[in-house]
C-alpha cells in the first residue's frame, strides 16, 4: 500500500515506485531532471522567449511607427527581431526538454549508453531523434541566425547613408535609400545558404545517408555553425567600428542632437563588439571541441551564453518610451526627429534616433 512502510523499512519511509512520479511522464528512463543543466537552461531561455514575446507585443502596440512608415526595406523588416528571437528561444527551451528527458532514445542496460531510436520504412531506416528532437536545435540556431542577421542588414544600411550624407552635401534621395548594399545583399545570401545546408544535414542524419568511417557528417553540424556565426560575428565587429565614426562625421554632430548621437554610437559600439565576442567564441568552441561536448556538456557556454546573453542585451535597448518621456521628446525644440525608423530627410540625411537599435 502507499504510504505505508514494509517491516524491513524504517518508520516513515515510502516506498518510491508505489507512488508515479510527474518527473517520468514517458516512463522510468525517460524522467526529467529539474537541477539538470538541460532543464536549468531551458528555465533561462523560456524565461527569455517570455520577454522577447513582451517586448514584442510592447511595441506592436505602443510604437505606432515602429518601422512601418519607412521606405527602407531592413527597417521594416526589424520590427520581426523580437518575434523572431522569441521564437528561437521556444525553439531552444523544447530541444533543452527533449534532451533531458532522452526522448526517442533507448538503451538495453542502464550502464549502458543511449541510441537513437529508427524505423524502417520501406528498406529506408530513418532515425527518429534526429528527426523529432535534433531539428528543433537546427531551427532554433536558424532562427536566431536569421534575426542577428535583420541587425546586421539594418546596421549596414544606416551605414551606408550615414557614409553618403558625410562624403557628399548633396541630397539623399529616396530612390538612393532604396538601394541594398553589398554587404547586405552578401548577409542575405549566406542566410539562404545556411537554411539549405543545415535542411541537407538534417535528411542526411535523419535517413543515415553519408556515415562512413570518418564520421564527417557527425561533425558537420559545429562547423556550419561555427562557420556562419563566425561570419555573422565579422559582420557585426566591422558595422560596430564603423557606424559610430560616421554618425560622428554627419551633419548632426555638430548640432543640438549631439547627446543623442554620442548615446546612440556608445550602444552600437558596445552592442555590437559584445555579439562580435560571443558570436566568436561560440564558433571557436563548435570548431575546436569534440564531438560529444557539443550538445551534450557545456550548454551554457556553447548556447545559453552567446544567444541568451546578446538577444537579451538588444531586447533592453529596445525598450519603449513612456508616454510622458515621448511627449516630451516631441514637444522638445531639438531639430533633429526621432522616429522609429530610418526616413530620408529633404535636408538630406536621414535617421537620429536615439532608440535606432529598436525598429
Not at 551606408?160 to 548577409?187: G, I, K, M
Request: include cysteine; charged fraction near 10%.
Amino acid at each position: 500500500m502507499a504510504g505505508i512502510a514494509p517491516p524491513s523499512m524504517a518508520p516513515g519511509a515510502v516506498l518510491p515506485l508505489l507512488v508515479p512520479s510527474s518527473d517520468c511522464l514517458f516512463g522510468p528512463d525517460h524522467c526529467f531532471h529539474p537541477t539538470s543543466p538541460a532543464l536549468l537552461c531551458a528555465y533561462v531561455y523560456a524565461a527569455a522567449a517570455s520577454f522577447a514575446l513582451v517586448v514584442n507585443v510592447h511595441r506592436a502596440s505602443r510604437l505606432r511607427e515602429h518601422g512601418r512608415d519607412s521606405s527602407l526595406a531592413p527597417a521594416r523588416r526589424m520590427r520581426f527581431f523580437p518575434f523572431l528571437l522569441f521564437v528561437a528561444f521556444a525553439f531552444r527551451t523544447t530541444w533543452y526538454l527533449l534532451q533531458d528527458c532522452q526522448a526517442l532514445q533507448e538503451r538495453t542496460d542502464p550502464a549502458a549508453g543511449w541510441t537513437h531510436q529508427v524505423v524502417v520504412v520501406g528498406g529506408a531506416t530513418i532515425d527518429l531523434y534526429t528527426l523529432a528532437v535534433v531539428s528543433w536545435d537546427k531551427f532554433a540556431t536558424l532562427v536566431y541566425f536569421s534575426a542577428f542577421s535583420l541587425l546586421a542588414q539594418f546596421w549596414g544600411d544606416v551605414l551606408h547613408h550615414a557614409a553618403a550624407a558625410s562624403s557628399s552635401r548633396h541630397r539623399v534621395t529616396v530612390a538612393a535609400a532604396l538601394q541594398p548594399t553589398r554587404h547586405n545583399n552578401l548577409l542575405a545570401i549566406v542566410n539562404v545558404w545556411m537554411y539549405i545546408l543545415e535542411f541537407i544535414l538534417l535528411l542526411l542524419k535523419t535517413f543515415q545517408l553519408g556515415q562512413g568511417p570518418s564520421m564527417y557528417l557527425m561533425y558537420s553540424d559545429g562547423i556550419v555553425v561555427a562557420l556562419f556565426y563566425g561570419a555573422l560575428a565579422v559582420v557585426l565587429g566591422m558595422y560596430a567600428y564603423s557606424l559610430p565614426q560616421a554618425l560622428g562625421q554627419s551633419d548632426a554632430a555638430s548640432s543640438s542632437s549631439f547627446m543623442v548621437l554620442q548615446s546612440l554610437s556608445t550602444r552600437i559600439t558596445f552592442l555590437g563588439f559584445l555579439c562580435t565576442g560571443l558570436f566568436l567564441m561560440r564558433a571557436i568552441l563548435f570548431l575546436f571541441s569534440p564531438k560529444q561536448t557539443l550538445n551534450v556538456a557545456y550548454f551554457w557556454i556553447y548556447y545559453a551564453m552567446p544567444e541568451v546573453i546578446p538577444g537579451c542585451a538588444v531586447l533592453i535597448l529596445m525598450r519603449v518610451k513612456s508616454d510622458v518621456v515621448a511627449q516630451d521628446q516631441k514637444s522638445s525644440s531639438i531639430a533633429v526627429a526621432i522616429p522609429a525608423a530610418p526616413v530620408v530627410s529633404e535636408r538630406g540625411f536621414l535617421l537620429h534616433h536615439k532608440d535606432i537599435l529598436s525598429i
